[in-house]
Every structure is written in C-alpha cells, then in structure tokens.
C-alpha cells in the first residue's frame, strides 16, 4: 500500500467548492418581472377591453351556435313527424284499414298507390313488414339502403308509439323516425320509417361557424384598434397634465398652473384638484420663505444687541458700576425676548404636530383677575379696567388660555397711546364663554385685519419690534381657540381702537368634564 501510494504521481487535490442551492421556483416566479405591468397604461386598457370583448363575443357565439343547432334539428324532427303523418293520413284516405293483410294485396297497393300519392325531395319514406323486409319506399330511396334498426322490433314491448335514431350511411348523417303500423283491431301490419339527410343541416352549422369566427376576429382587430386610439385619445390629457407638472417641479416654478379643459368631466376635476395643490404648496413654500426670514430677521435683532453690549464690556465698560448695570439690564431684556420667541416657536411647533392639549376645569373670572395683574405693572400710562364679569367654567387647558389671553392684553397695551384705555371682560354668548380686550389704540385697517393673525406679521413693524413683538402673539391666540374647539374675532376701526374677542365652548354638562 505504501508503495502504491509512492508511485502515485502528484496531482492537485481540490476541495468541492460549497454552491448555493438552485433557486427555487417561487424565487423565480417572485424575480420575473410583471410584463403586463410594465406595458403602458394605453395598452393595458387595449388588452382589457379587447379581452372582455373577445369573452362577451365567444358567449355570443357559443349561444348563437348552440341556439341555430338546436332549431336545424327540431325543423327535421318537425319535418319527420308532419311527413310521417301525411304518409299515415294518405294510407288511411286510401282504405288502409278495410285493406286484407294478405301480403300480395299489401304489396300491390303499396307500390301504386303509395309512391303515387307521396313525394317529397328530402325526405324519404319506407314500408317495411312486421319481420323487417321492405315492401315499398319512395322514389329518392331507390338507390339507397336504409335497414329497419333492430331497436323497432321493441318499440310495442316497451309501450312506445315511435322510435327517433341518427345513423351515418356511406359518410351521411341520416335522421329516421320509426313508426309501427297497427290496424284499428290491433293487428300490427309493418313499419312506416320516415328519413332524412342531415348533410344540409352540418353545412349550415358549419357555414354558421366559419361566419361567427371569422366575423369574431374582424371584430376583435377592429375592437383593438378602437380601444387602443380611444385610449391615447384619453390619456392624452392625462399626459399632457403630468408633462406640465413634470416641467413646473424641473423648473421649480410653483406659480404655474395646468390648463384647464374646456370639458367638464373627471379630467377638469383632477386639473382643478392638481391645480389646487399646486396653489397650496406655492402658498406654503412662501409663507416657509417668508417664516424663515422673519425668523432670522427677528433673532438677529436682540443677537446683535447682546454683541454690541458684549464688545462695550470688551473695552473695559465693566469699570463704571452705572455703565455695566445698563448693559447687564439689556441683555437680560434681550434674552427674555430670545426665551419669549423661542417659547413662542415650540408651542407652535406643537400646534402643528397636534399636541394633546389637558382638559381640566377652568373658572374664567378667576383667571380673567390673574391675568389683570399681570398686566397692571405693564400697563404705564394705559388706564387698564375690567368690564363685564360673569362667573363661568369651561373645560381645557388653563396655562394655554391664560397666555392666550396675556398676548391680547400685552397685544392692546403695545397698541394703545398713553392715555388711552384697555378693557378686559368675560361674559356668555349663546353656548360660548367669550373673553374679549378692547383697546382704544391705533386701530386696524380692513385690508390688514384678516393677516394679523399670521406668523411674524405686523401691522407696524417699527413700532411692534420697539416693544418687543415678534408677530407671534396673535398666531398663538387662534391655535389655543380652535384647539379649544372655539374661534376668536376681531372688530377695528383705525384711530378708534379695537376688540379682540376668544370664543370658548361651554360644557353640555357643567357637573362632568367634557371630553378632551
């Protein structure tokens, strides 16, 4: 063994390499690509309105098919028994029943009298005896064999007056109705067998189905053809909408739009609808545009404050006690104002992502008084009063009202010259608790008064941005109401002041809390 394996000549032993199992052939169904799905839409519909064309036509076919055979062959089988009965009703005018059955005389009057008296082109008639022998038949079987079938012997036995059957003779369906012939005392004389050819009828048939399929497939071409230009012919405005949106995104021209058809169909309707978005996202890219700059616009202001105080301290102000008690009193304003707008920004952050809001129960009249102290140190030179006061309870979220209500108060009192007069009131309105301020300020003018309460817009930014504003009260304002399922109005007239009023549901029942 050891010399066996000394002689062996060197060779390369090579490990089988591991292969991956052969895929399996739901791996391979869920690889192939869909090659219906990856036609156009124009096509699909093509093969779907021919495909549903071609079924409802093949259903037609098979049942004008089916309903044409079936009447072929109920006209011969009507033909066969209104033949049968002539040829009877001619056998019994003629003296069948006082006839002797003696053969001879049978035979003798079968062949003169019977061929005589019936003739009929396609359809033939035989006589044959009751043990099955021919006596007489029509001329147009003369060169015809057509056997009495065996089952006709047992037509009497099993209770039956006639016997249908279809044979194929020398390459011809043949169609014969077998009837016995029995005289009035019950004597059974022979059989009175009545044929026709069935080759007329298969040529029908098949006429019939050459006219149906190749009608069906001139059908379905043309069917295809007019499915296939009703459908680009459809789709054409489809086309041209997604071609003109496709350049407004490339373009990123939000202010374009789709023209509209003159029609008014679904397509007008998905115009006006894309046209509609399109209105909405140019809408809102602007107002992101513009909340974006009044947001650096407004942090710039008190960041560059700060700076200034920062570089003032930076050349030794820090010496002079009255000098650096200014500067730290700036800032710390400034920062309150940063904190102010930042706090301003979360909470309508949150309005937007739909923040549950706490429903508690809320006495008005008691937050209507803290709310009146708070903004008495504020005040200055404005008179600022109470009004009406009635005591009501709502359900909601108290800290979101109260700073509701604080941004109105702060809002007139920014608005109002000294002298003037800030009102402060509560009372009910139908199913409502309205909490109103009104002020005798500057007023509002009608062209501004349905913008006040957008992000960062001032009426007078010069004077808003003196005092602090950054356009964000009013904006919190009508989320608190709306969030409260309530509304706020605003009634203005310049250089008379103005009436901010805060809508908030009263409860159905005020012993339970309504439902947040």
Known sequence: MKEMIDQT???????????????????????????VNALPFYWRLTLLYTTLFLIALLIIGVGVHFAAEQSLYAGVQNDLTSATQQVLAILNAVGLQSMRTTSGELELYLNRDFIQLFTNR????QFFRSDGILVSST??????????????????QNGETSLTIVREINGVQVKS????????????????QVSRPLDDVSHTLQLLQRILIGGGLIAVVV???GAMYVSKRALRPIEQ??????????????????????QQDELRQLTVTINELLSRLEQLFSTQQRFVADVSHELRTPLTAMQGNLEVLERGAGADPELLKEIIGDMRRETARLIRMVNDLLLLAQSETRVALRYDPVELDTLLLEVFRELRPLAGQVRLRIGAEDQILVYGDRDRIKQALLNLGVNALQYTPPGGMVVLGLERYQQFACLSVADTGVGINEAERDRIFDRFYRVDRSRSRHSGGAGLGLSIVKWVAEAHGG??????????GSTFAMYLPLPADTTTPAAG
């Open 9 to 35: 000549p060197d060779t390369e032993i090579t490990l089988a390499q591991p292969t991956d199992p052969p895929p399996s052939r739901w791996s391979l169904l869920r690889k192939t690509p869909r090659a």
């Open 122 to 125: 396609n359809i033939g008639a």
């Open 139 to 156: 001329p147009n079987l003369a060169y015809y064999s057509l056997p009495l079938p065996s089952e006709a012997f047992q037509l009497r």
């Open 177 to 192: 109705l077998i009837t016995p012939v029995v005289l009035r005392n019950g004597n059974q004389i022979g059989f009175l």
């Open 223 to 225: 069917t295809a053809l």
């Open 241 to 262: 909408i997604t071609l003109t949106a496709q350049s407004i995104v490339r373009a990123e021209d939000l202010g374009r739009r789709i023209p509209e058809p003159v």
């Open 487 to 496: 509304y706020v109005t605003v009634a203005s007239e310049v250089g008379r």
